[in-house]
């Protein structure tokens, strides 16, 4: 490690800081395919995750973090991180307080942050790994229920988790910091039409359901009748209008999450951890898809 006495970022005005502040935003983030993950535990999955694949190009692999900046404080505290990126080859880059101030996006910054490349994955590959449970989220704009709901798939054991066209940002990074790091454990598709990926995913042999109170089906009447245990993806919409009649109508089935007490309905990342639960338990039981090991 550096010494801590001289941070090798010390300056506003630096080409790294610079750089790295425009990540802020999503016109930035998209034209240099690069985004910030801040926190410990984003930091150390970025780190844990390794090499991204080389491209159809013949672009070797490289890896998904391309710097690390932390203050002296936080390089003492998250000496296992700043050992493994080192280990790893990874440029660690310590830095003053104002200078993580300047770069994060929260108000009190952890004084760890990993400037990384994009590492989303197309849909076709996200299809030929054969995917037994899949969350689509659907013109999801709120970045903080699109990161939660991504924790949540990765939670359950999800194959993949699928971003619209019409949904938020992936790297945004309200959205970054509420995956926990999830979003470097499992594939994300992103900027795939809804129309699009529920075709494909049918075609491909997963049932798909929409997540909406208005449904048909009950969430309930799915597990007693052992339908969850085949290849599942859920589709879940916005936070304030839900799945519209278009979207709803693609889906095999309209299913509803039961609400046994008084309560309205239950918000996004909620409804979608219940419905996530429920196949991941009916495909882990002895008729299900993931133990039986059954040709789809």
């Not at 998904?64 to 998250?78: K, N, S």
């Not at 080192?86 to 929260?106: H, K, N, S, W, Y």
């Not at 590959?125 to 903080?144: I, Q, S, Y």
Request: hydrophobic share 45%.
């Amino acid at each position: 490690m550096a010494s801590t006495d001289t941070p090798q970022l010390s300056s506003l005005r630096s080409p790294r800081v610079i750089a790295a502040r425009k990540l802020a935003r999503r016109a930035q983030r998209g034209k240099d395919r690069r985004f910030l993950a801040e926190g410990p535990q984003a930091v150390r999955e970025a780190v844990a995750f390794g090499l991204l694949p080389g491209g159809a190009d013949g672009d070797a692999a490289r890896p998904a973090v391309v710097e690390i900046y932390l203050t002296a404080e936080a390089a003492e505290r998250h000496a296992e991180i700043v050992a493994e990126a080192r280990a790893a080859g990874l440029p660690v880059l310590t830095a003053t307080d104002e200078v993580i101030a300047d770069i994060c996006d929260t108000v009190t910054p952890q004084g760890i942050v990993a400037l990384c490349r994009f590492l989303d994955t197309p849909f076709a590959e996200v299809l030929a790994a054969r995917p037994k449970l899949v969350a689509v989220l659907a013109n999801v704009r709120d970045p903080g229920n699109a990161g939660t709901v991504l924790r949540t798939a990765d939670a359950a054991g999800a194959d993949a988790v699928v971003l619209t066209d019409a949904s938020v940002d992936l790297y945004n990074p309200k959205a970054v910091r509420a995956s926990v790091g999830s979003l470097f454990h499992l594939p994300v598709a992103v900027g795939v039409p809804v129309e699009q990926a529920v075709a494909e995913l049918k075609a491909a042999g997963v049932r798909v359901l929409a997540a909406d109170g208005a449904g048909e089906r009950d969430l309930d009447h799915e597990l007693d009748e052992g339908t969850l245990g085949a290849p599942t993806a859920w589709i879940f919409g916005n936070e304030a209008w839900g799945l519209p009649e278009q979207t709803r109508a693609l889906a095999d089935e309209v299913v509803r999450v039961p609400i046994h007490g008084h309560a309205e309905s239950l918000n996004l990342a909620t409804a979608a951890a219940v419905c996530l639960y429920a196949s991941a338990r009916a495909q882990r039981s002895p008729a299900g898809c993931r133990e039986s090991g059954t040709e789809r």
